[in-house]
């Protein structure tokens, strides 16, 4: 192991960044002492599932992930298999500081972690467009059960947010019998995937039912005793729940005495690393692609930079770099979209099966306007049931 002898290891997060990063280090020979902090109380879980099958069903049985496999009869579609790294587990505090030159964590109940190595996985919060409780946003598994519930009732919903989870928002909450407005900066969709895989997707949601408000942006305030939607033309839209779906935030003020994070991301090298004790993995860490320094907030983009990051953590230089190949699922609106490369495209795609106006098909872009970033392919099924969401795993690197 590169830099001395390593004991002790604390994983600061316990996302799927985390719960991947603490599988991996024993994988990779570490059986020392690994502590793992989770500010939620509950067990490592399937994030993208929340605003998927969870969202849609009971218990959310019947969900599926990007990678098509099951995950076992009864299992609900957040719950991951049980974690085997054997650590300590500490849920439900935050960690709240952090010395470098002293390799100490603090947590929000006083404790004081010492470490040899160190994981920052603390992954980002929903940005939001207003402090007023009736803005209503998904990201934790708490928001997903309280989002849920509040269907059961079938109000009247406006979802602000035209990206991958705005829409998929829209989606449940029309298949919960809602009646759903969203609310976008131009056509939804088309800045995360391209205005052709953009317009299949709106084509099918205006079909069951979604009303599209384009805008150039909008605010949320309160009015007498309930909140509105504002757009900047003036118009206002007013529903029974406001949901905002409209990015998100890192979760590194914790860091703000380390410099780690001066623009909000933390930037690591090509494999994970800040410095050598230290790696930083998930939503918050800003790492070089071949478009350019930057977060890539995928499920599987976290899976995979935590392999690569916990390995550099233990055996330094001699770990090959992360070598990144975007990865990206959507269902909604009754279409799953399995996209593979860096989007979005512009133009119409090559079929390689399949065509446009329904059914299973396979479609891909060449690189002539993305410069080393290859090809772009995409499998888009057309109305199918959603099959059940497991784990996602990524090939050992």
Not at 363 to 369: A, L, V
Request: proline residues 7%; contains cysteine; charged residues 20%.
């Amino acid at each position: 192991m590169s830099g001395g002898t390593v004991d002790r290891v604390v994983v600061v997060g316990n996302g799927i960044a985390g719960l991947t990063a603490a599988d991996t280090l024993r994988e990779a020979g570490f059986d020392g002492e690994l502590t793992v902090v989770g500010d939620e109380p509950h067990p490592a879980y399937s994030r993208p599932a929340l605003s998927k099958a969870l969202l849609l069903d009971g218990d959310g049985e019947g969900a599926g992930d990007g990678d098509g496999q099951g995950a076992g009869s009864g299992t609900a579609a957040h719950e991951l298999p049980p974690a085997g790294h054997g650590a300590t587990e500490l849920l439900g505090v935050r960690a709240t500081g952090l010395s470098l030159d002293r390799r100490l964590v603090t947590l929000d109940d006083g404790t004081a972690l010492p470490y040899d190595r160190l994981v920052l996985a603390t992954g980002s919060r929903a940005r939001r467009l207003s402090g007023l409780p009736e803005e209503l946003t998904l990201r934790g598994l708490d928001d997903a059960l309280s989002l849920r519930s509040r269907l059961a009732g079938r109000p009247s919903v406006v979802v602000i947010g035209g990206g991958p989870l705005g829409m998929e928002i829209a989606s449940g909450c029309l298949a919960a019998g809602c009646r759903v407005t969203l609310v976008s900066q131009g056509m939804p969709l088309t800045a995360q995937l391209g205005p052709y895989l953009a317009g299949v997707f709106v084509e099918a949601a205006l079909d069951q039912g979604l009303t599209v408000v384009e805008t150039g942006s909008a605010r949320i305030e309160r009015r007498g005793e309930s909140a509105r939607v504002v757009l900047d033309e003036g118009a206002v839209l007013e529903a029974e729940m406001l949901v905002s779906a409209v990015g998100d935030i890192p979760n590194t003020e914790w860091l703000a005495e380390t410099g780690l994070a001066p623009k909000g991301a933390v930037t690591v090298d090509s494999r994970g690393l800040v410095r050598p004790d230290v790696a930083a993995v998930g939503d918050l860490a800003a790492f070089p692609t071949p478009h350019g320094v930057r977060r890539v907030p995928f499920w599987s983009s976290a899976i995979e930079q935590a392999k690569t990051a916990a390995r550099a953590l233990l055996h330094g230089d001699d770990t090959p770099p992360l070598r990144f190949q975007p990865y990206f699922w959507t269902e909604q609106f009754g279409l799953s979209l399995k996209a593979v490369g860096y989007l979005p495209r512009d133009g119409e795609p090559a079929y390689a099966d399949g065509g446009p106006g329904g059914g299973p098909a396979l479609m891909s872009w060449p690189d002539e306007d993305r410069a080393g970033g290859g090809r772009a392919a995409a499998a888009l099924n057309y109305r199918i049931p959603i099959p059940r969401l497991r784990r996602m795993t990524a090939p050992a690197s």
